[in-house]
Structure formats: C-alpha cells, structure tokens
T-cell receptor, first 111, second 112 residues
Framework: QKEVEQNSGPLSVPEGAIASLNCTYSDRVSQSFFWYRQYSGKSPELIMSIYSNGDKEDGRFTAQLNKASQYVSLLIRDSQPSDSATYLC???????????FGKGTKLSVKP | DAGITQSPRHKVTETGTPVTLRCHQTENHRYMYWYRQDPGHGLRLIHYSYGVKDTDKGEVSDGYSVSRSKTEDFLLTLESATSSQTSVYFCASQQGAGNTIYFGEGSWLTVV
C-alpha cells in the first residue's frame, strides 16, 4: 500500500463550482498534513496545513482531516481557471521532519 | 516566500560525469531536503539533513551523496550520472519537524 494516495485525475470542474480533492495515508502516527499546489514547470507552493481533526478554512480553501479514517481532503470553492494545477497531499510522520508526498491530482477548471 | 535558491537551474551533462547541485537558504532553517520529481512517481525524497554534518538517506538515495558543512548550504552530488537520473530536482527547507516545508525553484538535469 502506498503511504500517501491520491487520485491522479485529471479532475475537471466548471468555473464557479466546488472542487474536491482527496488523499488517504497509511501511517497512523502521522501528525501534520499539508496541501501544496504546483503549476506546470514550477515548484510546489503551500496552500494549507492542518494538524487536528475537523475543518480548517482559508479563503476559498477548506482542508478537512479525519485521523480515524486516515483521510484528508481539500475543497476549493468558487473554482477559477487560475486554480488549474496539480495538487499535492503531503504527510509528516511522527517526529521525523521529512514529508511523504502523494503523486498529486491534476485539476482543470473550465471557463 | 522562503529564501531558497538552487544552482544550476538547468544542466545537460554526459553519462558518467559527476554533477553537483547546490541549495542555499537564508532562513536559518534546521532541516533541508533534496527531492526528485518524475512523471508517474511524484516527489520522492533523496536525502535530507537535520543539521550541519547530520544527513540521512531518503527512499531513492542510490547514486547520490550529500553534504552540509554550513546551515545555509546543502549540496547534492551525483557521483557518476546516469540517464535514469534525468529529472527535476527540488531542494526544500524547514524550520523544524512538523513545520511547513518551502521549496526552491528546481533544477532541471538532463543526462545524455
């Protein structure tokens, strides 16, 4: 089983819709969870971090964490064409510093 | 944005030659990382450092070595480059375990 799994997509949504991106992880001791956005040819940039169960909102973005189900998601409200990118889920295991990344979900927002 | 710079940004080299990629950060971050990113594989950790002269292997460390003689610099060396090491290499840094990891702009390496 992969440590961090995401659907590769592409996920296509119309402009203005809600995009829902999902991620599961295998290691129950994971403590920190991150969503990064990566445009083609660019480096990953942090969108959200979440550390405790529940929802965390930042503008149009909401991260949801359920440690019992080992599941983390990212909702993007009022999706814009500029949101078209690959979204990477990353998990920080226990006391170790390094992040384990999923392979990413490619999102396409159609005007 | 964290001040992380990578050099060179683009390089073409021949099989069998040594290559060194440099990462420089100005944030005084304790942790530094080297990842490679390939289609179908995502970001994979090569090596990381949790302090000066303290390094450890990641999941794809074969054929790579690293050195960290100063907090701000983390070097990745390909001892004898192979075509399978053609990739995009990202350096990253982090203040402490569990904190946000910030990425450099990437180094595109082609081994011919």
């Amino acid at each position: 089983q992969k440590e961090v799994e995401q659907n590769s997509g592409p996920l296509s949504v119309p402009e203005g819709a809600i995009a829902s991106l999902n991620c599961t992880y295998s290691d129950r001791v994971s403590q920190s969870f991150f969503w990064y956005r990566q445009y083609s040819g660019k480096s990953p940039e942090l969108i959200m971090s979440i550390y405790s169960n529940g929802d965390k909102e930042d503008g149009r973005f909401t991260a949801q964490l359920n440690k019992a189900s080992q599941y983390v998601s990212l909702l993007i409200r009022d999706s814009q064409p500029s949101d078209s990118a690959t979204y990477l889920c990353a998990v920080n295991r226990g006391s170790q510093g390094n992040l384990i990344f999923g392979k990413g979900t490619k999102l396409s927002v159609k005007p | 944005d964290a001040g992380i710079t990578q050099s060179p940004r683009h390089k073409v080299t021949e099989t069998g030659t040594p290559v060194t990629l440099r990462c420089h950060q100005t944030e005084n971050h304790r942790y530094m990382y080297w990842y490679r990113q390939d289609p179908g594989h995502g970001l994979r950790l090569i090596h990381y450092s949790y302090g000066v002269k303290d390094t450890d292997k990641g999941e794809v460390s074969d054929g790579y070595s690293v050195s960290r003689s100063k907090t701000e610099d983390f070097l990745l060396t390909l001892e004898s480059a192979t075509s399978s090491q053609t990739s995009v290499y990202f350096c990253a840094s982090q203040q402490g375990a569990g904190n946000t990891i910030y990425f450099g702009e990437g180094s595109w390496l082609t081994v011919v």
